[in-house]
Each structure stands twice: as structure tokens, then as C-alpha cells.
């Protein structure tokens, strides 16, 4: 049955399917199937159309309505993994967002839900964030990682500037910075100096927990 609701899941999220998707997210709960598990299912989902959009089997405007049927199953799921995660230990916060310029957001959403699904307090800006915002929040939520997405190469370099940023406040040393996105490379992270690069969503997940030296 768990197997069933798994590939409903999925498919939602191939159908653009808001409706659809926060119904499976419930029927998943109420079946008992680990969240985690389902939001993998999503993930699949949106992996799947990732590799379709690159073919020009898809286009942008299908690929916003998937992230929407993604974030209605996850307005289901993620506070039941949040209650898991909480239980018994404080998760470590960290702030994410899509650079200034920049307002490409399933790719930082679904790294979001994966820091998310490994214990993470994760704090999502949004897109179109300010380096100087992305700072103020970190600030506020004594934040261990900040994490900046650019998905366009216009924008990738708004990365270093929030990097030059943090140097000329005298507070670079404070924070773990995570880049990631489809226009990013390690030979990039590396030219701007930043602590750690994503290739994807998974990826992301264990350099924040290696950094962090997490188990």
C-alpha cells in the first residue's frame, strides 16, 4: 500500500496536480508512510521533470505548477517531520535563499526540503534576497549555514557580493556559505571563496552535515 501512495505521490507531481498532491500528502499520513519517504516521492517527481525540461519535453510554466503541487503536499508533511526532528535535540537553523535578481525557486526549494528532512531549521527567504537581508536574518536566528541559490549566470555573481559582504561587516568567519544552483560549479566556489558547493539537493545535504561535522 505505502508503495502505492509513493508512486500517487509522484505522479502529482507529473500531472501539476495542486489538489491532487495535498490529497496524496494526507492519504500518505494517514497510511502511516514515513514523510520522508514521501517527500523523496515528490522529489522523484520533480527530478524527473528537471531531466524532461532540459530535453524540451516541458516547459517553464509546467514546471511552476509542479512546485506548486510540491509545496501544497509539503504544507502536509514537513510539519510532521519538523515535530520528528525536534524531539529530544535543537536542530541547527540555517537560511536559504535565491539571490538578488535571481527568482528561479524549485531548485532552492527542494534543497530547502532536503536540509529540512535531515533535521535542519531551516529558514526559507525566498527569492530576489539581498545579501545584506541574508545577513539580517542570520543574525536574528544565530544561524549556522547561510545557503544562496543563483540559477542564472547574471546573478551568480550577487554570491561573491554576499560573501565581500559578509567580509566587510567582520563577520564572515561566523557563518557556513553554502552556493548552489545550475550555473554554479566547485571551480567557481572556489574562486569566490565559499565554504561549501551543492550539485543538487542531496549533494547539499551532506557537505551542511560534513561542515558542521553532523553524523
Excluded at 71 to 81: D, T, Y
Aim: aromatic content about 6%.
Amino acid at each position: 500500500m505505502a508503495e502505492n501512495i509513493l508512486e500517487k505521490l509522484k505522479q502529482t507531481i507529473l500531472d501539476f496536480d495542486e489538489d491532487a498532491a495535498l490529497d496524496a500528502a494526507n492519504e500518505a499520513l494517514a497510511a502511516g508512510v514515513d514523510p520522508v519517504e514521501a517527500v523523496g516521492a515528490l522529489a522523484d517527481g520533480l527530478n524527473e521533470l528537471g531531466d524532461k525540461f532540459e530535453r524540451m519535453e516541458v516547459f517553464l510554466p509546467e514546471i511552476m505548477l509542479a512546485s506548486d503541487a510540491f509545496k501544497n503536499a509539503l504544507s502536509v508533511l514537513e510539519p510532521e517531520i519538523k515535530k520528528r526532528n525536534t524531539e529530544g535535540q535543537k536542530a541547527i537553523p540555517v537560511v536559504i535563499g535565491t539571490v538578488q535578481g535571481d527568482v528561479h525557486q524549485v531548485g532552492k526549494d527542494m534543497v530547502a526540503t532536503f536540509l529540512t528532512t535531515a533535521g535542519f531549521d531551516v529558514h526559507d527567504l525566498g527569492v530576489d534576497v539581498a545579501p545584506s537581508r541574508f545577513l539580517e536574518e542570520a543574525k536574528k536566528l544565530d544561524a549556522k549555514i547561510i545557503a544562496a541559490a543563483s540559477l542564472m549566470s547574471t546573478t551568480r555573481p550577487v554570491q561573491k557580493d554576499l560573501i565581500d559582504f559578509l567580509e566587510a561587516k567582520g563577520v564572515r568567519d561566523n557563518f557556513i556559505v553554502l552556493v548552489g544552483g545550475g550555473v554554479v560549479t566547485q571551480e567557481w566556489t572556489d574562486q569566490i571563496k565559499a565554504d561549501g558547493y551543492g550539485q543538487d539537493a542531496i549533494a547539499t545535504v551532506e557537505i551542511a552535515k560534513k561542515l558542521l561535522h553532523v553524523a
